[in-house]
């Protein structure tokens, strides 16, 4: 099985400008892995910049080929 580096990023906050956030980490796969084989992973929105309300904080990152 290969490892592959799987790089999360995404922006937060807004004043005066967006930040860029990002996660990290390694999988195995027997192939180069498809988009629906890729996890889903979380983070509390509540520690960002514009922060999410505490009782809706808990966000998800999908993985996709969008780039800015």
Do not use: H
């Not at 005066?16 to 988009?35: A, D, S």
């Not at 999410?52 to 904080?57: L, N, V």
């Amino acid at each position: 099985m290969a490892k592959y580096k799987l790089e999360y990023l995404w922006l937060y906050g807004y004043k005066p400008v967006p930040n860029l956030r990002g996660k990290t980490q390694i999988k195995e796969y027997t192939n180069f892995p498809t988009l629906d084989q890729l996890p889903l992973w979380g983070f509390d929105g509540s520690s960002t910049t514009k922060p999410a309300e505490g009782r809706s904080s808990d966000c998800v990152l999908k993985a996709s080929l969008d780039f800015l």
